[in-house]
């Protein structure tokens, strides 16, 4: 019984942490993006564009990651 309740807060934790992830990549690539319009250096642009790629790529493996726990969690009901 107490292996439930454990796994329960377990997966509320992780759920949490993945929103909270998810919305400071998004937040990240927002930023990036805006800087990116507003700048004319080179550097500073492929800064920007390596922030953005990379927040991009963050996000969608967290995406990932709440689909697959999805997939977990509605196999056990």
Not at 39 to 50: A, M
């Amino acid at each position: 019984m107490n292996f439930i309740k454990t796994k329960k807060v377990n997966l509320t934790k992780k759920e949490d942490f993945l929103r909270k992830a998810l919305l400071d990549a998004q937040k990240r690539f927002d930023d990036a993006y805006k800087g990116f319009q507003n700048v004319n250096e080179p550097d500073l642009i492929d800064s920007y564009i390596y922030e953005i790629n990379a927040a991009t790529l963050k996000y969608k493996v967290l995406l990932h990651e709440v689909k697959m726990m999805n997939d977990d969690n509605s196999s056990v009901r």
